[in-house]
Nanobody, 127 residues
Framework: QVQLVETGGGLVQPGGALALSCAAT????????MAWYRQAPGSAREMVAR??????????QYSDSVKGRFTVTRDIFKSTLSLQMSNLKPEDTATYFC??????????????????WGQGTLVTDVS
């Protein structure tokens, strides 16, 4: 089983900064992608930042609402994904979820793929 654990949420002033971290644990041999989503009260879950991994390296994608303010980084040795958030705005208040796609080997040698979500961590603007 693959598990994702998010840390780093909390209260933040407008214009402030906060860092989130997501750690992947369990049995897997390859990470296809890891991403951050968020869900504000009464709203649908939306993609914030995504790091896709290939032989060419890691490519980052951002939603227009956070581009230039948020930075996603992946530590390939620790299987972690971080989100550095700066110049935070009231509309950034949400529960932030980490997700990812993982390959693992079943008994018998066949590869399987699973997508996993973390429990979420709350980021709250205190304005």
């Amino acid at each position: 089983q693959v598990q994702l654990v998010e840390t780093g949420g909390g209260l933040v002033q407008p214009g402030g900064a906060l860092a989130l971290s997501c750690a992947a644990t369990g049995y897997f041999h390859t990470i296809s992608y890891m991403a951050w989503y968020r869900q504000a009260p009464g709203s649908a879950r939306e993609m914030v930042a995504r790091a896709t991994h290939s032989a060419a390296g890691t490519q980052a994608q951002y939603s227009d609402s956070v581009k230039g303010r948020f930075t996603v980084t992946r530590d390939i040795f620790k299987s972690t994904l971080s989100l550095q958030m700066s110049n935070l705005k009231p509309e950034d208040t949400a529960t932030y979820f980490c997700t990812g796609g993982f390959y693992y080997e079943q008994i018998g040698g066949k590869d399987r793929y699973v997508e996993v979500w973390g429990q979420g961590t709350l980021v709250t603007d205190v304005s």
